[in-house]
């Protein structure tokens, strides 16, 4: 398939077990290029584990992921990154002694060793993420908000193809879901970016993805707009009608 039709990842019948417990079973998703694809369910539903799975931090036990045409299944998480696909924890990564600044440029030297290269790229990370102002600051003094906002930089330093993030607006007040949610498409408009997002806030949820995926016990339960998703007899008795 040539690469511009093909999908830009592909999970195919991905299942994850914990013992006896199957927290991810028999999942089949793409995800096109430029694309914002939600990805919803209930606590305990598996949306950490798909996560997990697709960014290379667990292994699968059966089925695949495949990014750019390539099977990446046994890909370790760092390598992933180098090719262009890159996450956020939900608990975030940060170096909480270092500077902002000093959080950027560790993370845009493992893809940039040229310093004025380097410099160029790190200024637009810090300017798409508004971090202009707080760059001399210590991570761990930082507003929770910003914290978030810093762990996607990270992230977003290495201009992945494929950004997932995983409850990035966790814990941000309505001006900083607007806000982030304002970056979230300003990375796709401005970069090309394509978004894997988990997200609790509902709200956000709809008005930012193009496409949602919702998962119910491990399994896809539905796919869809947002507007058919939340018009999903089975979708709103799993989860929407219950939640909120
Ligand atoms: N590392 C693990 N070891 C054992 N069980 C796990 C592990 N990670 C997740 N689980 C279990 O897998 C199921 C799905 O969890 P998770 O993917 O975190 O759900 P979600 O992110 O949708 O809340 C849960 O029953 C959870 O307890
Ligand atoms: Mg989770």
Redesign the pocket.
Known sequence: MPAETQPLFAAEGIT?R??G?V??SDVSFEISRGEILGLI????????????LISGF?RVTRGRTVFQGQDVSSLPIWKLARIGLARTF?HDSLLKGMTVRDNILVATTQFIRNPAEREKRMSETIDIMGLGEVLDEKASNLPHGHQRILSIAIAFSGRPALLCLDEPLTGFNQTEVLGGLDIIRRLREEFATTVLI?EHNMRAVMSLCDRILV?HH?KLLGSGSPEEVQNDPAIIEAYLGKSE
């Open positions: 994850k914990f013992g417990l927290a991810v369910g209930p606590n305990g539903a598996g949306k950490s584990t798909i996560f997990n667990y939900q988990v998962l491990g």
